[in-house]
């Protein structure tokens, strides 16, 4: 499967942003879809993930309440909805398709996209 994210950009603090990643090659359905970001200097870390079985989601900490994930399968798209953007939200931004209940960490993905950056300023 082929992951293609878009969406990132420059915003001020307490913007939105909207990431999409469209999959290609296999449906859509059958992936959990996580995000994950990296900043410069730091380890990738997990944002959230959207489940391939009955559609749950779970968010880290960071951004839970501002950050928002969904699928559109007929779209074989994913989303992340980013609210009240902080600057330490800033990051290159991946999507990730994966199978296994390991959600929280990239092992559990084998399949990602290229990033998009994002970047928040004060």
């Known amino acids: 499967v082929q992951l293609q994210a878009s969406g990132g950009g420059l915003v001020q603090a307490g913007d939105s942003l909207r990431l999409s990643c469209v999959t290609s090659?296999?449906?859509?359905?059958?992936?959990?879809m996580g995000w994950f970001r990296q900043a410069p200097g730091k380890d990738r870390e997990f944002v959230a993930v959207v489940t391939r079985s009955g559609g749950r989601t779970y968010y880290a900490d960071s951004v839970k309440g501002r950050f928002t994930i969904s699928r559109d399968n007929a779209r074989n798209t994913v989303y992340l909805q980013m609210n009240n953007l902080k600057p330490e939200d800033t990051a290159v931004y991946y999507c990730?398709?994966?199978?296994?209940?390991?959600?929280?960490?990239?092992?559990?993905?084998?399949?990602w996209g290229q990033g998009t950056l994002v970047t928040v300023s004060s």
């Open positions: 090659g296999r449906t859509l359905s059958n992936y959990n």
């Open positions: 990730a398709a994966g199978y296994s209940g390991d959600y929280y960490s990239a092992r559990g993905y084998p399949y």
